[in-house]
């Protein structure tokens, strides 16, 4: 049994399903793939697919029937009977699409990451750190599939990382990857850290498989080194995985169910690090003429330390500048508005993005 969303479907890998790409009003919009991971997993695992994942599920969809397409609740596949459950879920809830679009129609000295509340306090709730309206944790969901499906096995999916590690530039934007700056390229890996290691934890607190794609996605990012194994902005499956993306999920998702116990051994550990708090990053910026002062050095975290920061400085060319240091030195022209994104990250990993920008002198 496959469950989630687009990237259990299989946006991006086309051709799809007869019936699952109905282009008209009240339409079925599922696309569930023929190249999708679930079909690869069926077959390697001898198992018969059901396949219910669709494009655009959000977490209340594992409970609710979703319209159009007249899909039911993703849940009502579970029985007694069902031997294995794949799902990745949870993007749609956090707006993992919603800030694509916000991320690619930026205008100028503004970014995505500035406006980070919505995001990161769905991810609390997805957590169990919080509540929030129509979005399920994953401990409920989990809890759920025991029961219908207590005699499955089941793997909770993680979402791959889009972007490298130090940003790249490529697409139809200049200077930019697919339209994203790179701070914005570093936000959106940085939530899709906390997603999965939300996922992660609660998947080890259930006694499930938890598969993370990302590290065999390196070098295949958007913009990376090799062919990237996602569809980039001007795709019909824009910012999902493609064909080869997921033979790569595929192959994950079977080395954690061929290595059941190495994807238990830590729970104690991935527990520790999703109840960690976000670091609160802070810094004042003094303009002199072409000289920016920056300092960050009254950024604080609860529950660790600051281990690092670095500036991202986007001047009026669209060029990119970064630094790294609690306190930093910019040159920028004085009849330049800049803006500056201070990411603090703390002794756990995760990170803070707090933007200024400084109008022209």
């Not at 991971?37 to 695992?45: K, L, M, V």
């Not at 498989?209 to 958007?222: D, I, K, M, N, Y």
């Not at 004042?284 to 960050?296: C, E, I, K, P, V």
């Not at 930093?328 to 009849?335: D, Q, Y």
């Amino acid at each position: 049994m496959a469950l989630g969303d687009s990237c259990a479907s299989g946006v991006g890998a086309p051709p799809y399903a007869k019936g699952t790409n109905v282009q008209v009003e009240n339409g079925n919009k599922c696309k569930r793939a023929k190249a999708a991971y679930a079909h690869s997993i069926a077959n390697r695992a001898g198992k018969t697919l059901d396949f219910g994942a669709c494009s655009n599920a959000f977490t209340k969809h594992f409970y609710e029937a979703k319209t159009p397409g007249k899909e039911p609740a993703q849940l009502d596949h579970l029985d007694a009977s069902t031997r294995l459950v794949t799902f990745s879920i949870g993007g749609n809830d956090a707006g993992f699409a919603t800030i694509f679009s916000k991320c690619v129609t930026a205008a100028p000295f503004s970014n995505c990451s500035s406006n980070t509340d919505q995001v990161d306090s769905t991810i609390d709730a997805l957590a169990g750190k919080g509540k929030q309206d129509g979005v399920y944790s994953y401990d409920t969901v989990m809890s759920d599939i025991a029961t219908r499906a207590p005699n499955a096995t089941v793997v909770a999916v993680g979402y791959p990382r889009m972007f490298t590690r130090q940003g790249g530039k490529g697409g139809p934007v200049p200077g930019r990857c697919q339209g994203l700056a790179k701070v914005d390229q570093r936000w959106i890996n940085a939530r899709t850290n906390e997603l999965n290691t939300a996922l992660r934890a609660a998947a080890q607190r259930h006694g499930y498989q938890f598969t993370a794609p990302s590290g065999s996605f390196v070098g295949h990012e958007l913009c990376g080194k090799q062919t990237s194994w996602f569809d980039g902005l001007l795709d019909d499956g824009r910012f999902h995985p493609n064909a080869a993306g997921h033979k790569a999920m595929a192959s994950s998702i079977m080395n954690s169910l061929n290595n059941r116990q190495a994807a238990q051994e830590q729970p104690a550990a991935a527990q520790a690090q999703v109840d960690n708090t976000r670091p609160t990053g802070s810094f004042t910026l003094t303009r002199n003429g072409d000289q920016l002062t920056l300092d960050a050095s009254a950024s604080t975290d609860a529950d660790g330390a600051v281990a690092g920061i670095d500036w991202y400085v986007q001047h009026a060319d669209g060029a990119e500048e970064i630094l790294t240091g609690a306190r930093a030195i910019a040159t920028v022209p004085a009849g330049e508005q800049v803006s500056v994104t201070a990411v603090v990250t703390d002794n756990q990993g995760k990170e803070d993005f707090t933007t200024q920008v400084s109008a022209a002198g």
